[in-house]
């Protein structure tokens, strides 16, 4: 078993003791059972969470740090290997290379996947029951992602001079077409996307994903801990869940980047290659097999016309939070999340040209995505 002490005591209901409940009940297998809950309840009759009891998963490491491991040893193995044979690359090698990749980002998905069609089942319990997405759950999703993105541009204006200047043309690109980017955001998803509202992870990246044994356990449950508990108890759409995990690949391959950094020119930028593409195909992957999971949902999470729009919706939200997050906690690693909201600016907008991401941060220091504190010792 495994004793999580809550170290920061809020009021009200904890979200991993009541999701983790919830799974445990309806027999959602690829988490942590719930065991108990020790609950200090005051004169007012208001729960607050002191420790949490669950099941141990015996495990190889979270997804995190697998994927770190991978990367960087298959792509140094693939990199100097031509470096020594003085020969194009083996492309059986490569192929089989991004293929174990793949099939780890495709049993996240699948699982992820799997946690989304549980939490859209039918159910008496109203702090899980589905509903509709109404026009003005979209257009606060909506006006969401418009607050956190002029944070960030606000944020990049105040720091352009102080940027390398790969990451300084691309924040003054996103600077000259901020009133084209904040229109193409208000009229990204239409008030009828068909969408649902469920309970969602809240916070999901490779770092809650626990590797054991040829499969994956999705844990902590808490949220952002920067949010208030009523926050992150509230419904949302599981695609937040999945743009989530998408910009957590980004953050591994420029973290495991950090191996180019000694290596020749030449040999530098064969790996920055092969890190591109392992992550644009475990993208896909991860995508794919999310995919296949929830259409076995009682009922669509979104119309298909929409998926896309709104998990771009998500992806802008989340872009800019780490342009939040990276200016105040590690600005050397600003160039990540600018990139990907360039990337995603450029698609929106119609440009051509589009950067690819992702670029090499300043990746000595190898911390997980969204490493904010959390709620437990």
């Not at 491991?69 to 991004?98: G, H, M, S």
């Not at 606060?140 to 993105?149: E, F, H, K, R, S």
Request: with cysteine; net charge negative; aromatic share 6%.
């Amino acid at each position: 078993v495994v004793l999580k002490l809550v170290r920061r005591l809020v009021s009200g209901i904890h979200p991993e003791a009541e999701i983790s409940r919830y799974l445990t009940r309806i027999g959602y297998a690829n988490t942590a059972p719930l065991y108990g809950e020790v609950v200090r309840i005051d004169p007012a009759g208001v729960p607050h969470t002191l420790c949490i009891l669950q099941g141990f998963i015996d495990n190889q490491g979270d997804a995190w740090n697998w994927a770190l491991d991978y990367l960087r040893r298959t792509v140094d193995e693939l990199a100097l290997a031509v470096d020594a044979d003085d020969a194009a690359p083996d492309p059986e090698k490569e192929a089989q290379a991004i293929e174990g990749y793949q099939e780890m980002a495709a049993i996240i998905g699948k699982r992820l996947g799997e946690l989304h069609v549980a939490l859209v089942a039918p159910t008496d319990d109203p702090a899980f029951s589905p509903e509709p997405a109404t026009p003005e759950d979209v257009r606060a999703w909506i006006d969401g992602t418009q607050t956190m993105l002029a944070t960030a541009l606000d944020l990049l204006a105040q720091r352009v001079e102080q940027l390398t200047d790969d990451t300084k043309e691309l924040a003054q690109s996103l600077l000259d077409r901020r009133a084209a980017l904040t229109e193409a955001v208000a009229n990204l998803v239409s008030a009828d996307a068909g969408a649902l509202r469920t309970r969602i992870h809240g916070d999901f990246h490779l770092g809650q994903v626990l590797v054991a044994q040829g499969d994956v356990f999705l844990i902590d449950f808490e949220g952002e801990p920067a949010r208030s508990l009523e926050e992150r108890r509230q419904k949302s759409s599981p695609m937040r869940d999945v743009a989530g995990l998408l910009r957590s690949f980004s953050y591994a391959s420029a973290a495991a980047q950090s191996t180019t950094e000694s290596a020749p020119q030449q040999t530098a930028d064969r790996k920055r290659a092969l890190f591109d593409r392992f992550r644009g195909y475990a993208a896909e992957s991860f995508l794919d097999a999310y995919r296949t999971a929830v259409a076995l949902a009682t009922q669509p999470l979104v119309a298909p016309s929409a998926e896309q729009a709104l998990l771009d919706l998500f992806l802008i939200e989340k872009a800019a939070y780490e342009i939040r997050y990276e200016a105040a906690n590690r600005p050397t690693w600003l160039g990540l999340p600018v990139r990907g909201l360039a990337a995603l600016a450029s698609r929106l907008l119609g440009d051509t040209g589009t950067p690819h991401e992702p670029e090499p941060a300043d990746s000595s220091a190898a911390t997980p995505p969204n490493p904010a504190e959390g709620d437990y010792e």
